[in-house]
């Protein structure tokens, strides 16, 4: 599978944690109340609370991915590393014996975006990649649906 690039803006391109990534997508939310939560607050509503298991499965047996604990912290969401964090963004990272992943999550008004990256180390990847992007293309719109809806429960007083 060649690149996978349709009208990336630049902006996002630039968050990529790797230099020349083979595979680029983007998915974006449309929401008045996107901003009232932090790029990493979406972040790990997605990655932990939505992705969950089925996301730890899919990182770390289906990909290989080296994730760090099985959880979060403040150097990791649901175990990618952490490497940028700003006010409009988060840039994750992890690597695997066949390829390198990262994810951002960037916050504008009216909008989340979160663009996927990933760089082929080994031959296999590209093949694995490709039978798994298919199913992360579907999977991903519903992730940001699901994420906003989990930020908007509230919260029971104690």
């Known amino acids: 599978m060649g690149r996978q690039e349709h009208d990336i803006p630049q902006a996002i391109r630039a968050l990529s944690p790797m230099t020349d990534p083979d595979y680029i997508d983007l998915f974006t939310l449309t929401t008045q109340d996107a901003s009232h939560r932090s790029p990493e607050q979406w972040a790990r509503a997605a990655f932990d609370d939505v992705a969950g298991l089925r996301g730890q499965l899919t990182w770390r047996v289906l990909l290989g991915l080296r994730?760090?604990?099985?959880?979060?912290?403040?150097?990791?969401?649901?175990?990618?590393?952490?490497?940028?964090?700003?006010?409009?963004?988060?840039?994750?990272?992890?690597?695997?014996?066949?390829?390198?992943?990262?994810?951002?999550?960037?916050?504008?008004?009216?909008?989340v975006s979160l663009?996927?990256?990933?760089?082929?180390?080994?031959?296999?990847?590209?093949?694995?990649?490709?039978?798994?992007?298919?199913?992360?293309?579907?999977?991903?719109?519903?992730l940001l649906r699901d994420a906003y809806r989990i930020q908007r429960r509230p919260t029971p007083r104690r």
């Open 67 to 111: 994730l760090k604990g099985r959880g979060s912290s403040a150097d990791h969401v649901a175990g990618w590393q952490i490497i940028d964090r700003g006010d409009r963004t988060i840039v994750l990272k992890a690597h695997s014996w066949m390829l390198t992943g990262g994810l951002a999550v960037r916050v504008d008004d009216g909008q």
């Open 115 to 142: 663009a996927t990256f990933v760089r082929y180390d080994r031959p296999i990847a590209t093949r694995v990649w490709s039978l798994l992007s298919a199913v992360h293309r579907r999977a991903v719109p519903g």
